[in-house]
Every structure is written in structure tokens, then in C-alpha cells.
């Protein structure tokens, strides 16, 4: 299995309740039941105000890199990804487990 985690943080300026965040958020929590890829998903807001953390995450997980591959090139996912480009940047750690 590898895990897929992604931290997200809203750029300068962008609130939660911004309707492109709104959005992107309602596209990433429909992908768990969307790609059959994914065999655990979850995501969610940051609940802590502390200086280094991001503002939201996901946490998923794929039986392996082939998956992860189909996961990341699916259109559902790839759509998502174009939304939270014109507000957030973040980063990726996949690893096996």
C-alpha cells in the first residue's frame, strides 16, 4: 500500500469560505467515491492556528505506484488539482506501508 498525503495552504489573502475554496474542497471530498483507486480517503480543515501548519489536508491510500499513477491522471482528480491551483500551493509525501 502506499499512503498519499497532501498539506495545502491557502495563499496570501484566500479565505475558507472564498467560493473558489469552497469549491475546490467539494471537489476533493467527492474523489473518494469517485476513483476506484483509492482504498482510504479522508481529508479536512486544520483545526490549530499554530504559525507552521497548513490549512488543509488529505490523507488517502492506493495498493501501489500503479494506482497512485491512475489515481493522479484521473480527470476527477486532475479537475480538482486545476481549482486549488488558483489559490493554495502544497505539498506531497507518498510512501509505502
Known amino acids: 500500500m502506499i499512503r498519499h498525503l497532501v498539506l495545502f495552504k491557502l495563499n496570501e489573502g484566500v479565505d475558507r469560505d472564498d467560493p473558489r475554496v469552497v469549491a475546490g474542497v467539494a471537489a476533493f471530498r467527492a474523489l473518494g467515491g469517485e476513483i476506484g483507486e483509492l482504498r482510504f480517503w479522508e481529508c479536512g480543515w486544520n483545526v490549530t492556528d499554530r504559525p507552521i501548519a ?23 482528480h486532475q479537475e480538482g488539482v486545476a481549482l486549488w491551483r488558483e489559490f493554495a500551493t502544497w505539498v506531497i509525501a507518498d510512501y509505502e506501508f
Do not use: G, K, Q, T
Open 54 to 76: 497548513y490549512d488543509f489536508a488529505i490523507n488517502s491510500a492506493v495498493e501501489d505506484r500503479e494506482a497512485l499513477v491512475r489515481y493522479l491522471e484521473h480527470p476527477a
